[in-house]
């Protein structure tokens, strides 16, 4: 499971920059970004565009990623998760609480890298550079949204003591 969300997460940020130096290559100058559907329009230039949505990439998933190896070694009064009593308690806590922290930030970095890609393509459809293409931006956009709905939700399912944690952590602590 460790290795098939970091795949997928790599999978996405590749995915989201091969988007995002395709656009470089079609989009005419000035690229129009919509901000509202009531008109508000925001217009950049190709290269402004392209750095300013890699800054945002990098930016997120690095957050991400010093997110998910800075929270679990902070103190136990400061652990934004439940049960933070037992994840605290000794070093076999800490080191799963490590692991699980990483993978489900980095399962947060997928649905970004996700949204990012919607976005992009449909920026890409408003400014013409595929007018023939079907896409539908906000379908996509829910179903995502109740992806990351369901793994927020996870965040307490797998942070919350549950029988499966306690028995690998009691297991290695045994060690």
């Known amino acids: 499971m460790i290795k098939f969300i970091k795949f997928i997460w790599m999978f996405s940020m590749v995915a989201v920059m091969g988007v995002l130096l395709y656009e470089n290559v079609i989009l005419q100058p000035p690229v129009t970004i919509k901000i509202d559907d009531i008109g508000g329009v925001f217009s950049l230039s190709k290269n402004s565009f392209f750095y300013l949505f ?7 998933n690095g957050m991400l990623l010093i997110l998910g190896t800075v929270v679990p070694t902070l103190p136990e009064q400061f652990l934004p ?3 933070r009593k037992f994840w605290a308690k000794n070093q076999a806590t800490r080191q799963l609480l490590l692991k699980n ?6 399962g947060i970095g997928i649905f ?4 990012i890609m919607v976005y992009l393509v449909s920026i890409q459809i408003d400014n013409g550079a595929t007018p023939k293409f ?9 179903v995502i949204s109740g992806l990351l709905v369901a793994w927020l939700i996870l965040f307490f399912a797998w942070f919350g003591i549950n029988k499966t944690a306690a028995e690998k952590v009691r297991v290695e602590s045994q060690k």
């Open 54 to 60: 890699l800054a945002v990439i990098v930016v997120l």
């Open 81 to 83: 998760i439940p049960k």
């Open 101 to 106: 922290f990483k993978l489900w930030t980095k």
């Open 112 to 115: 970004i890298n996700l949204f």
């Open 134 to 142: 079907i896409f539908n931006a906000s379908i996509l956009s829910t």
